[in-house]
């Protein structure tokens, strides 16, 4: 359930992460409820005269970020982004990340890959010992899911049909997203590959050591700039 207080958490760790943007960058928008403080302080830090261009990781956020007057780029525009910032649904001590929770996974991890820096931004629920207590998103071509979700099975977890009003969720590459329920995840590194070796997989929502910094916001009202725990 998310209340007042997760509002504000994913707030102030988003608004601490675009002190980061400079003049003239390339800067990453990525999706979801947190993301949308991001994009929101930097229409703000606009008005007041900054100057960067950016690139959407989602049709959302595309929408969010031209009714505040952001200007877009696409990829035939650019050779890289100069930073990222995106929220994400687990992060471990490790910083590997579990995101996708909006079904956006495939499009942050493209843009995610091109960017010089990464910032994770979360409320401090999202921090875990252990990831894999939220469902791992995979998104999957539609031509034969049935046996591509036999073959998460066969990884160990529980695969369930992401829906949206009784229909296949779709993603804005119009794939399927399934949702594993693995409980636990022991080794995301090995578990990252298997997965994106199953053929009908286009990718999971593992992002294994791509952040470069998580920011993450307390119910306190506090912000921290965690430290990596290799
Ligand atoms: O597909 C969605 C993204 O990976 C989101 O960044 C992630 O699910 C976190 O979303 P929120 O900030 O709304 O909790």
């Known amino acids: 359930m998310i209340t007042g207080d997760d509002m504000e958490s994913k707030r102030i760790a988003a608004e601490r992460a675009v002190e980061y943007i400079e ?23 606009m008005k007041e005269g900054l100057d960067i261009r950016a690139i959407a990781t ?4 595309e929408s969010l970020a031209k009714a505040i007057g952001i200007s877009l780029v696409s990829f035939s525009d650019i050779k890289a982004v100069d930073v990222t910032i995106d929220g ?8 590997n990340v579990i995101k996708g929770g909006g079904g956006a996974l495939l499009r942050e ?4 890959a091109a960017s010089k820096q990464l910032i994770i931004i979360i409320d401090e629920r999202k921090l875990v010992d252990r990831l894999g207590e939220f469902p791992l998103p995979v998104e999957i071509v539609q031509f034969g899911y049935e046996m591509t979700m036999h073959k998460l099975t066969e990884l160990g977890c529980r695969p369930i049909l992401r829906e949206k009003d ?14 594993c329920e693995f409980g636990s995840i022991e080794k995301p590194v090995e578990l ?11 990718d999971n929502g593992l992002f294994i050591h791509m952040a470069d910094q998580v920011i993450v916001g307390f119910e306190d009202g506090s912000v921290k700039e965690l430290r990596r725990m290799v």
Do not use: C
Request: charged letters at 25%; proline letters at 3%.
């Open 58 to 61: 989602s049709n959302q956020s």
């Open 88 to 95: 994400a649904d687990e992060v471990d001590r490790q910083w």
């Open 109 to 112: 991890k493209i843009v995610a």
């Open 166 to 179: 009784k229909k296949p969720f779709m993603t804005d590459n119009g794939n399927y997203i399934i949702d």
């Open 192 to 202: 990252h590959k298997e997965i994106n070796m199953i053929p009908g997989v286009v």
């Open 23 to 45: 003049d003239g960058m390339i800067v990453g928008l990525g999706t979801g409820s947190t993301a949308y403080w991001a994009i929101q302080k930097i229409g703000e830090r």
